[in-house]
């Protein structure tokens, strides 16, 4: 191998291993996918969760989010401003990684996530008992959960905030049933809901294992270690990444709000 070919090699081993968006410096922040965690994480919660981690609403169907009415409204100045609150019991390590989290959005959309001052419609992040969140802007004050036990990681606070901006889980896509294989045998039938296909509105964008919103391939399992969503056609794909937001999770946000 020429030294030129060799230094090439080992640039694009570097960049391929560089995190995507965001240099978490926290070893442990990648060693369970993003669902797994959440699900943990929700496992003893009171709250009535679809999908694992999405807040029934108690106003209109949660699965019926899309057009404009539950999105957030964008200003004149094409920016969509989100009010939010923290609550006080997060320490500020905690409040930090939010931080993080919606500067992510600030880089890369339009979205922009603002401390509420008198605002009707915020995101109230508050440590309840699981990672949840509302889909899509509910009216008046909305609850985003992140335990402080389970839920402050990055990929997490990214998976949740996407939700509130109206985005549902990747696998219930429309077409999904072209893309990953539903193994039923494995899940118990009371959480069958959980898997259910919605009428989604993919945004002309193709179906994106790498989203941070795709389910981990083990999500209700009834059996330790048997998968519940098997990539199609090749069972090696990976799904359920831990890091950050994909670059088609990018797209659909810009294109969502028109950014
Ligand atoms: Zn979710």
């Given at each position: 191998?020429?030294?030129?070919?060799?230094?090439?090699?080992?640039?694009?081993?570097?960049?391929?291993?560089?995190?995507?968006?965001?240099?978490?410096?926290?070893?442990?922040?990648?060693?369970?996918?993003?669902?797994?965690?959440?699900?943990?994480?929700?496992?003893?919660?009171?709250?009535?969760?679809?999908?694992?981690?999405?807040?029934?609403?108690?106003?209109?169907?949660?699965?019926?989010?899309?057009?404009?009415?539950?999105?957030?409204?964008?200003?004149?100045?094409?920016?969509?401003?989100?009010?939010?609150?923290?609550?006080?019991?997060?320490?500020?390590?905690?409040?930090?990684?939010?931080?993080?989290?919606?500067?992510?959005?600030?880089?890369?959309?339009?979205?922009?996530?603002?401390?509420?001052?008198?605002?009707?419609?915020?995101?109230?992040?508050?440590?309840?008992?699981?990672?949840?969140?509302?889909?899509?802007?509910?009216?008046?004050?909305?609850?985003?959960?992140?335990?402080?036990?389970?839920?402050?990681?990055?990929?997490?606070?990214?998976?949740?905030?996407?939700?509130?901006?109206?985005?549902?889980?990747?696998?219930?896509?429309?077409?999904?049933?072209?893309?990953?294989?539903?193994n039923?045998?494995y899940?118990?039938?009371?959480?069958?809901?959980?898997?259910?296909?919605?009428?989604?509105?993919?945004?002309?964008?193709?179906?994106?294992?790498?989203?941070?919103?795709?389910?981990?391939?083990?999500?209700?399992t009834?059996?330790?270690?048997r998968?519940t969503?098997?990539?199609?056609?090749?069972?090696?794909?990976?799904?359920?990444?831990?890091?950050?937001?994909?670059?088609?999770?990018?797209?659909?946000?810009?294109?969502?709000?028109?950014?």
């Amino acid at each position: 191998m020429t030294p030129t070919v060799s230094l090439l090699l080992l640039l694009l081993l570097g960049l391929s291993r560089a995190h995507p968006l965001h240099d978490e410096g926290n070893e442990d922040e990648d060693d369970v996918d993003i669902t797994t965690r959440i699900l943990t994480s929700n496992n003893a919660t009171d709250e009535i969760l679809l999908e694992g981690d999405l807040l029934a609403p108690k106003t209109r169907n949660a699965m019926k989010c899309w057009y404009q009415s539950c999105q957030w409204k964008k200003g004149y100045n094409g920016l969509v401003t989100i009010p939010f609150t923290v609550s006080s019991q997060f320490t500020s390590w905690e409040k930090q990684k939010i931080d993080s989290a919606m500067k992510v959005y600030h880089s890369s959309t339009c979205i922009r996530f603002v401390p509420r001052q008198n605002e009707y419609d915020y995101i109230s992040i508050e440590n309840r008992a699981g990672c949840f969140s509302a889909l899509g802007r509910v009216g008046g004050r909305q609850v985003l959960s992140l335990n402080r036990q389970g839920c402050v990681y990055h990929g997490v606070v990214l998976h949740e905030i996407n939700h509130a901006l109206g985005f549902q889980h990747e696998q219930t896509r429309s077409d999904r049933d072209n893309y990953v294989k539903i193994n039923w045998e494995y899940i118990n039938p009371q959480n069958a809901y959980n898997f259910y296909k919605q009428n989604t509105n993919n945004l002309n964008t193709p179906y994106d294992y790498t989203s941070v919103m795709h389910y981990g391939r083990t999500a209700f399992t009834v059996q330790y270690g048997r998968d519940t969503i098997t990539p199609i056609p090749n069972p090696n794909v990976q799904i359920g990444q831990r890091r950050g937001m994909s670059r088609w999770d990018i797209i659909r946000i810009n294109a969502l709000y028109g950014c």
